[in-house]
């Protein structure tokens, strides 16, 4: 495996149902993001984690939870999910969090939540 | 705070025919500007950046663009456009202090044959 990696790419939940998305990246980078891309909106940074440590969190609902065991994984931890949450979820990871660090992303988790 | 405008959300061009699409940026200081590409049920991959130097930068896929401070623009460019161009182009900024790019809302752009 290359690059980022994403897995599933298509998830279907009921708002009941816990879930996770994960997200592995093969390129010893530092950093990784959790993104959220929704029909007619622009990208909305979810989480950026660096060095395991989370330094952002975009005022995401508690119904998100990241987790980051190491700089290779990122999990996205789903509960209680609201149809409004469909969306498609995008991983990225980057060098550092600096300005010029040039974010690679995966392909996606297409969400449904029913 | 740093912001990234793209006026058109929607582009249709003919196979063959040159391309521009528009970015502007606003932020106090030099920005790091790069622009993605977006194919249907894909990630996002890296087209070009720019940080500092020659104004017109090279990208892949024959792309270029050029970075114009006195109108705070980063315009991406390709001469002739081939069907598999056809995606959605986003343009993103990276500011000192800022944990993550910031991206514009996104251009669809469509080649017809």
């Known amino acids: 495996e290359t690059g980022v990696t994403q897995t599933p790419r298509h998830l279907v939940m009921g708002m009941t149902n816990k879930k996770s998305l994960k997200c592995e990246q093969h390129?010893?980078?530092?950093?990784m993001y959790w993104y959220k891309q929704s029909a007619k909106k622009p990208l909305e940074l979810m989480f950026v984690y660096n060095f395991k440590e989370q330094t952002e969190n975009n005022s995401v609902p508690s119904r998100f939870s990241p987790e980051c065991p190491n700089s290779s994984h990122l999990f996205l931890h789903l509960h209680t999910l609201q149809p409004e949450d469909s969306a498609l979820y995008l991983c990225?990871?980057?060098?550092?969090?600096?300005?010029?660090?040039?974010?690679?992303f995966g392909p996606g988790t297409r969400l449904t939540v029913t | 705070a740093q912001s990234v405008t793209q006026p058109d959300i929607h582009i249709t061009v003919s196979e063959g025919a040159s391309l521009e699409l528009r970015c502007n940026y606003s932020y106090g200081a030099t920005p790091y500007l790069f622009w993605y590409v977006q194919s249907p049920g894909q990630g996002l991959q890296l087209l070009l950046k720019?940080?500092?130097?020659?104004?017109l930068v090279q990208g892949i896929k024959g792309f270029e663009a050029e970075f114009k401070r006195s109108q705070s623009s980063f315009n991406l460019r390709k001469p002739s456009v081939h069907w598999s161009d056809a995606a959605e182009y986003f343009c993103a900024v990276g500011a000192t202090g800022r944990r993550a790019l910031t991206f514009g809302s996104g251009t669809r752009l469509q080649v017809q044959p």
């Open positions: 720019y940080f500092s130097g020659d104004t």
């Open positions: 390129l010893g980078h530092n950093a």
């Open positions: 990225a990871s980057s060098p550092g969090i600096g300005p010029g660090d040039e974010q690679y």
